[in-house]
């Protein structure tokens, strides 16, 4: 099987380095973005198959980045799931009816995380 | 110029005004017809053949003392807006037609103080009417080259056709309608168009005698200035000149008020209040314009034409001198206008005041009641019809008789006197409550007596008793009772002396005789409503008492009677639907005799009306003190109602002061939910951290170096949170005002010093360098922990933003009186613009919601306000600063 690639989008350095440690575990390949801009130039040379997004960053928001991933064409397969701290239901709806394939929410268990975006990741193929 | 040339001209002019009025009458509401310009002309009805002829007579003989006339008007304007607004609103609130209509009606609606102002009017009127009439047949002999005029008999006299003619206009124009009270449009247009014609040619010949006969005013004043009296003629002429001078001005202050026809124009037929101020500007330009070139053309008299010439007539005589007929005769209808303009007005207002106030109140009452409608209305008009006509023939007779004494400046004058006797009780009436209608009478009485002494006797025996020594050397041989220089003093003109003593004697006698005379009960009630017009005003029929019992029905036939059924039917219809009173309701009340008696007035004048209401019922005397109670209660009645009114004022203002703090309240709340939604998500941040930290630490594979960075990150995350907590907990602490401070005197420098030292370990790791050279003690009272806090706060957000190596941060300690300032300046990237009336907002977040903070808990400068504020302080950003970020908080010294 083919390693997959994922782009993990926050700007809290140390959240990122804990999911970093703990995808590499599972044989993903990591980058890592700061903000929506950063991420868009990553996304665009690595093509990612997911793309791990918080909502609150500075310059460029999540909600924002992910308008710019759907729109482009090179990106159509890529996943774009939320992480963030925002739990309401009402921001839960609106991540998703915004495109996202999943929204998950801060603080979070790495374990579960890791199962569903394996999940989705998996659905995905078959 | 052939007689018949100018009797043809005339005859045009007239045709010409009755087709006019025509016009004016079929359109009473048009523009044309209904304006402040049409009031305002038609105020220029006072400038007269008088002003036209007279004023240049006198300016020839005796200078600049005739502009005393027109100066009165002049300062009287103010006023007289202020005056005539009262007027005004009280007449159309009492269906007043005339000026001895108000007069009466003020007291008490007496019917021989109606009779007593009308006899004083027609004293006044007529004799100026005749010396109007006398202009007309003089000016008509110097322009007809027939030496057509001739007194031999009347009925070869063209002046009498004339008279006729003006007397046949008013009586079909002025009786349109039997409600006298009713505009009379026609009429007004005429004297309006009259007023522009007579203005227009009197500049005209002006103009003419200045600039065409003579090279400018400069060539006129030099050539006048040769002249032997010339001194005289352009200087006021010391102190006893200035009294007649002033008298003068007071005669025509009076005159613009309470001649009849100024009454008339300026009150009856005025028919919207906002004229009054357009006229109160328009009005004295006119009298301006009118007096410019008199002066000129007297002057041009004096030099070119001989002096046994009738000086009043230079203005005519000049041009036929140069044999320019065309401009004579213009120069003739410009004068035949004012007067024609002064004779329909007065007669129109002297005949309503002769009809209402004396000949159906003292004559034709029983007639009218026992008439049908129509009968009476016919009858009322022709009452009117013979009044106008019986006055002009008088005017006619006297000028045949008396004509050849008098100059026309002189009857002006001596017309205003005996008009002026009607000011006591007519300017002290609308201020002063108590003035009653014997005072009134006596006064106006005792007034005329005097006048009669000073002024006429010395005429009449002149021409009737000249073998009567009295004039000459007083009454009973004592100078001091010398008819025209009453108790020595003979520098007055014989006017100045008649007005002096006349008006003093009527004021005192006036004020003396009311002060001690009470007044009936309708005197007392119609003094109120006058003198407080304001608060009857809305009022309308609430403010007339009357007690008694009258039946509907009775009311009813007798309004028939001069209203017909529809017209009666319709108005008692309005009066029930207005107070909401039963169609069946058999006893008539207060109001109803108000409102009866206002519907009769305007037809038969307030005293007939009265006396006819009266005969229908049966009024019980009232106590004068019960009048004064009721009129209390109802003075009261409206108190309560204003109070009434404030108070819901009040509440309606409570409910949208209630409005605006629920929405306070509202917003109080979503703020709140914003903070906690934010401090929610503020605090899960390092939660996350830690709790994800400690799950990949599970992973015993882990190489230690990165362990040990994982447990450092979660310590750091868990002092982040602490930090958090604690900053929240503060905030809480300073909002709801539960944080004791611990207030001491402090030296402000120590304690910036202080704060320096506590971040000199950043300062320095970044090599950013924090001045601060204030050497001197500023004390104040304060918290030195909190300030200390605040300090600390803002070098640390200031070490921040700028940059290492390059970054400079400066601290100013200012000293004033009463307070202590404190700058903290840096060459950092500054704060944005649109962020600057912001950032003392807990958890602010600069622009996008979405966007962090790049460091700290965003708690930091709301703190800080929190703080100085618990000070008494003040913390700004300046917004001027650009060259950094500068912030600025003051604290009072105690």
Known sequence: MKQKKILIVDDEPNIVMSLEYAFKKKDFEVFIARDGTEALEIAEKERPDLVLLDIMMPEMDGYETLKQVRGNKELMHTKVVFLSAKSKEKDIEKGLKMGADSYLTKPFSIKKIISDIEGLLARDQD | ?894
């Open chain 2, 1 to 894: 110029m052939s007689n018949y040339v100018v009797g043809l001209v005339i005859v045009l002019y007239l045709a010409m005004l009755f087709v006019l009025a025509y016009f004016a009458e079929k359109n009473p509401r048009g523009k044309w017809t209904s304006n402040p310009y049409v009031y305002t002309l038609s105020l220029a009805v006072y400038c007269t053949a008088w002003t036209y002829y007279g004023s240049i007579g006198i300016a020839s003989r005796s200078g600049i003392s005739f502009l005393a006339i027109y100066l009165g008007p002049v300062i009287a304007l103010p006023l007289w807006i202020v005056v005539m607004r009262k007027v005004i609103r009280i007449s159309k609130q009492h269906k007043i037609s005339s000026i001895a209509d108000f007069i009466s009606m003020r007291y008490g609606n007496n019917r021989f103080l109606g009779a007593l102002v009308t006899i004083i009017s027609l004293f006044a009127i007529i004799p100026y009417i005749a010396l109007q009439l006398k202009a007309v047949s003089e000016t008509f002999s110097l322009i007809s080259t027939d030496g057509g005029y001739a007194s031999s008999g009347f009925f070869d006299d063209s002046t009498f056709y004339i008279a006729l003619l003006i007397a046949v206009f008013v009586a079909f124009y002025g009786t349109l309608s039997t409600d006298t009270s009713q505009h009379k449009k026609g009429i007004i247009a005429t004297v309006a168009l009259e007023s522009i014609l007579k203005l227009c040619f009197f500049l005209a010949i002006g103009i003419y005698v200045t600039f065409y006969l003579f090279d400018g005013t400069t060539d006129l004043y030099n050539r006048a200035s040769l002249q032997d009296n010339f001194g005289e003629l352009t200087s006021f002429g010391g102190l006893e000149n200035g009294f007649n001078w002033l008298f003068t001005i007071c005669l025509s202050f009076f005159a613009i008020f309470l001649l009849p026809r100024q009454f008339h124009v300026a009150v009856v037929e005025n028919d919207n209040e906002r004229h009054l101020r357009k006229a109160i500007w328009l009005f004295p330009l006119y009298l301006l314009l009118f007096n410019i070139f008199v002066i000129f053309i007297a002057w041009a008299g004096n030099i070119s034409l001989p002096e046994a010439v009738n000086h009043d007539y230079y203005s005519l005589l000049l041009p036929l001198q140069e044999n320019n007929y065309g401009l004579a005769l213009l120069v003739f209808i410009g004068g035949f206008t004012s007067v024609i303009s002064m004779i329909v007005v007065s007669t129109l207002a002297l005949s309503t005041m002769v009809s209402n106030n004396i000949v159906i109140p003292y004559g034709f009452i029983k007639t009218l009641v026992e008439g049908n409608p129509e009968e009476n209305t016919k009858r009322i008009k022709n009452i009117r019809r013979v009044v106008i006509f019986l006055l002009i023939s008088t005017a006619y007779f006297f000028y045949i008789r008396f004509s050849a004494q008098l100059s026309l400046y002189s009857i002006g004058l001596i017309s205003f006197v005996v008009i002026a006797q009607l000011a006591p009780s007519f300017f002290l009436g609308l201020t002063w409550r108590r003035g009653t209608a014997k005072g009134a009478e006596i006064g106006m009485l005792l007034g005329l007596a005097v006048v009669f002494y000073t002024l006429f006797l010395p005429i009449i025996s002149e021409e009737v008793m000249p073998d009567i020594k009295f004039v000459e050397e007083g009454l009973f041989g004592h100078a001091w009772l010398q008819p025209a220089h009453l108790f020595g003093l003979d520098y007055l003109t014989p006017e100045s002396n008649a007005f002096l003593w006349s008006l003093s004697i009527n004021t005192l006698f006036f004020v003396g005789f009311s002060l001690r005379t009470k007044g009936n009960y309708r005197e007392r009630n119609y003094a109120e409503m006058f003198v407080n017009h304001e608060n009857y005003g809305n009022l309308q029929e609430g403010g007339f008492i009357w007690k008694g019992e009258a039946y509907v029905a009775d009311i009813k036939r007798l309004l028939n009677r001069f209203l017909g059924e529809e017209r009666t039917d319709r108005a008692l219809r309005v009066f029930n639907k207005k107070y909401n009173i039963s169609e069946t309701e058999e006893k008539a009340d207060a109001r109803l005799i108000n409102f009866s008696e206002k519907l009769l007035t305007g037809s038969i004048g307030s005293t007939s009306a009265k006396i006819l209401l009266a005969s229908v019922s049966k009024e019980t005397p009232i106590s004068l003190v019960e009048v004064l109670n009721i009129l209390e209660e109802s003075k009261e009645t409206k108190a309560s109602n204003k109070l009434l009114r404030e108070k819901s004022e009040e509440l309606s203002k409570m409910a949208q002061q209630l409005k605006a703090a629920n929405e306070e309240l509202r917003i109080q709340d979503k703020l709140k939910d914003e903070f906690l939604d934010t401090v929610a998500h503020e605090l899960k941040t390092p939660i996350t951290s830690i709790k994800a930290a400690s799950e990949v630490l599970e992973d015993d594979e882990m190489p230690p170096e990165l362990r040990n960075q994982f447990l450092e990150n979660i310590n750091r995350d868990s002092d982040r949170l602490d930090t958090l907590i604690h900053n929240i907990l503060d905030l809480e602490k300073l909002s709801s005002n539960r944080s004791e401070l611990d207030m001491n005197q402090y030296d402000m420098s120590t304690t910036i010093n202080k704060a320096i030292k506590g971040v000199e370990r950043i300062a320095s790791k970044k090599q950013v360098k924090i001045k601060f050279s204030n050497k001197e003690k500023v004390l104040a009272i304060y918290d030195e922990d909190r300030i200390l806090q605040v300090l600390t706060n803002l070098l640390s957000n200031s070490l921040k933003f700028t940059e290492p190596q390059k970054g400079r941060i400066k601290i100013f300690l200012e000293d004033f009186k009463k307070e202590v300032k404190v700058i903290i300046e840096d060459n950092g990237r500054g704060i944005p613009e649109e962020d600057k009336d912001y950032i003392f907002e807990k958890f602010y977040q600069s622009k996008n919601q979405n966007i962090k903070k790049p460091q700290g808990s965003g708690l930091g400068l709301a703190i800080c306000k929190k703080i100085v504020e618990s000070h008494k302080g003040t913390i700004a950003v300046d917004k001027d600063f650009n060259k950094g970020g500068r912030m600025i908080f003051s604290i009072p010294k105690k």
